[in-house]
């Protein structure tokens, strides 16, 4: 039950698998709006923590739940049962929060959650970093006026993130790419083996404010420079 | 099912992971329909390893009910695994509220994937989703406003095609997501109704003559014989039967928190312990508060029924006790399992689950409304302000002012000589002053 064979493949794809996301919240809701969905990815792309018993057979340790119910969204959302993990991520999504709710802010930017895996570089190159699934969240903030607006809108958004997290569940089974198990020389470099309780796959939060674009265009820039970076 | 040659082992493997995910599919839906926010802790694999790497502890009584729904097969093409979701009124009027269903396709993944562990990573992810989904249908916050005034939240678990058309109109069917395996692609899915309105139910011409709850002193159906309970003790043979098939109509209830141990269930037993509840001594029959008035008129009636029918359920008594009671008699006979654990549930009740849906009863709590008690202050206040208080003039009661009258009469009786020669001297008075 606990034992795994690691079936290293060597070649991740060069393509990350890009999803983009928008909703429109009010700005109190952003922080919950973003960790809801994050802390669903980051769920399914945990593992329990591995133990080697040789360099290719490893036991799996087991990861735990809660549910989380949003102050400002009505919503329910599963995390892993990790502090650590929780605080890391709450930590990286402040920022963008509070760059979204600055008074001279623009009303929408975006937040992206980018799985990767490291590959180490042959002297004098460094180790190279590259994404193979990024989630990207564009949030558009809206004004309400009044208290009822808000009951209304703290229902919509609720809704709203139902919708997408139907869409991650259904994307997330595909099996489109996932690294496969290192043998334990190499999980530093696709798991993050830095939280004592769970064993996500390696991410960053990156984030960018900005006067409304046109999305497609913008991600579609990103993904050029994000892949030329990967090329080199 | 087609699919690529698999070894013995591995056809072997992949049956037993199709087994076991099958069971915690049915672990994850109902623990979700609790009422309770689940926590689970991280474990390294020194402290313990579970299946799927997942923190899903089993609910022994969920267990046992899925097994029975199974009845030792595995979902199949046409068969596919369904976890029934439904609301159940005090007055036994049932809702099917969602339809999970783990159906099984013949298309099958052609890639050298192996069992173990790609094909079990697969299977994690998906449960993860169902973690994950379980949160956001109307269900799971209805499920935290169960009450034994209200509604209860059962379920039932088969295999077979189920009936959508209970869903309401406008129900909502959602792909949480899929595994391929070597021999097929298992494809998990909700439908969920959308419309939980108080709507009574479209009944025969028959029925709309009678008044809405005309079954309401059925002795099989009164809740205080259903909190009797009864377990008839179902034999292993009948039970490998998928629960719709059955002929047995069985439901349990749980009531109690999860923390408790639950006791094992023996279903040859006429003794029915509890469902996730620790083994207490049953209370006797006079402790239930009667949910409705003089339903304990009815007890006589039910004893006598029980001793004639012998496949009658018998109860069990405690209160917040899980009770399975099964009815015979009934042709389309159904197995449905109360899942409310809250902890306020001192008792409750059940009845006859007839096949057509029936409108909800919502308890209404209006506030400031109650009749009696020590919290009606600001009610009596309310009420004692609603009108201005009387003038104080209007303070002396009339008889005072009618006895006045009466001595008055009386005294100006007595003195009428007086009176008459005050006029008169009045008249004589006034003549030698007149013209005469």
Excluded at chain 2, 219 to 232: K, M, N
């Amino acid at each position: 039950m606990t034992s795994q064979t690691a079936d290293f493949k060597t070649k991740p794809d060069m393509n990350a698998n890009t999803q983009v996301l928008e909703l429109d919240v009010e700005g109190r809701q952003v922080d919950e709006a973003v960790l809801s969905l994050f802390h669903t990815l980051l769920f399914h792309r945990s593992t329990g923590k591995f133990h080697y018993k040789n360099d290719d057979t490893y036991a799996v340790g087991t990861i735990g739940f809660q549910d989380v119910d949003c102050d400002f969204i009505d919503f329910t959302y599963v995390r892993c049962s990790s502090d650590e993990l929780d605080r890391s991520i709450k930590r990286e999504v402040s920022g963008f929060c509070e760059a979204i709710r600055a008074p001279d802010a623009p009303s929408s930017g975006q937040v992206a959650l980018e799985f990767y895996q490291r590959k180490r570089g042959r002297w004098p190159f460094a180790t190279e970093s590259i994404p193979w699934e990024v989630w990207t969240l564009r949030i558009n903030v809206v004004s309400l006026n009044n208290e009822h607006e808000r009951q209304i809108w703290r229902e919509r958004v609720g809704d709203s993130l139902g919708e997408r997290l139907l869409h991650i569940t259904d994307t997330l089974n595909r099996h489109d790419y996932i690294p496969s198990p290192p043998n334990q020389a190499e999980i530093d470099l696709i798991y993050d083996t830095a939280y004592p309780d769970v064993q996500p796959f390696l991410f960053k939060i990156n984030y960018s404010v900005s006067a409304p674009t046109n999305p497609s265009a913008t991600t579609t820039i990103k993904k050029l420079i994000r892949d030329t970076l990967a090329l080199t | 099912m087609s699919g690529r040659h698999l070894s013995s082992e591995d056809r072997r493997e992949l049956a037993r992971l199709t087994k076991i995910l099958s069971q915690k599919i049915v672990q994850v839906v109902v623990q979700s329909r609790l009422g309770e926010k689940a926590i689970t802790k991280s474990k390294t694999p020194a402290q313990g390893s579970e299946w799927f790497n997942l923190g899903i502890e089993d609910i022994h009584e969920i267990q046992q009910e899925t097994k029975r729904g199974l009845g030792g097969h595995l979902p199949d093409v046409g068969k596919p695994l369904v976890v029934e979701i439904l609301l159940r009124t005090p007055e036994s009027d049932s809702l099917v509220l969602e339809l999970w269903t783990l159906n099984i396709l013949d298309s099958c993944d052609t890639s050298p994937a192996r069992i173990n562990p790609t094909i079990y990573n697969r299977m994690t992810v998906l449960l993860k989703s169902l973690l994950a989904v379980t949160r956001i249908t109307p269900a799971y916050k209805l499920s935290f406003r169960q009450g034994a005034d209200s509604f209860i939240i059962c379920y039932r678990v088969y295999l077979g095609e189920p009936n959508f058309d209970c869903l309401g109109e406008n129900p909502v069917q959602a792909r949480l997501g899929q595994v391929t395996t070597p021999e097929s692609t298992m494809i998990m899915c909700v439908s969920y109704r959308t419309q939980i309105t108080l709507n009574p139910p479209s009944r025969s011409p028959a029925h709309e003559t009678i008044m809405l709850k005309s079954d309401h002193f059925k002795p099989e159906v009164s809740p205080r014989h259903c909190r009797r309970g009864a377990d008839r003790g179902t034999d292993s043979s009948e039970a490998a039967q998928t629960s719709d098939e059955s002929q047995d109509a069985a439901r349990l209830f749980t009531a109690s928190p999860l923390d408790q141990p639950s006791t094992p269930r023996s279903r040859t037993s006429r003794k029915v312990s509890v469902a996730f509840v620790d083994a207490k001594p049953a209370k006797p029959d006079g402790f239930f508060l009667p949910d409705i008035p003089f339903s304990n008129l009815l007890t006589s009636t039910i004893e006598v029924q029980q001793d004639k029918k012998t496949d009658k359920a018998e109860g069990v008594s405690n209160p917040s006790a899980a009770v399975t009671q099964e009815k015979a008699g009934q042709d389309t006979g159904e197995r449905v399992v109360m899942t409310a654990s809250d902890g306020s549930h001192k008792s409750t009740t059940s009845a006859q689950l007839r096949d057509e849906a029936d409108f909800v009863m919502v308890e209404l709590k209006t506030p400031f409304g109650g009749t009696c008690g020590t919290g009606n202050d600001l009610g009596a206040f309310y009420r004692e302000c609603r009108s201005a208080p009387p003038l104080r003039m209007f303070a002396d009661t009339p008889e005072d002012e009618i006895s006045d009258l009466t001595e008055q009469l009386l005294s100006f009786e007595a003195n009428m000589e007086e009176y008459d020669e005050l006029v008169k001297s009045f008249h004589s008075d006034n003549s030698p002053n007149s013209p005469d």
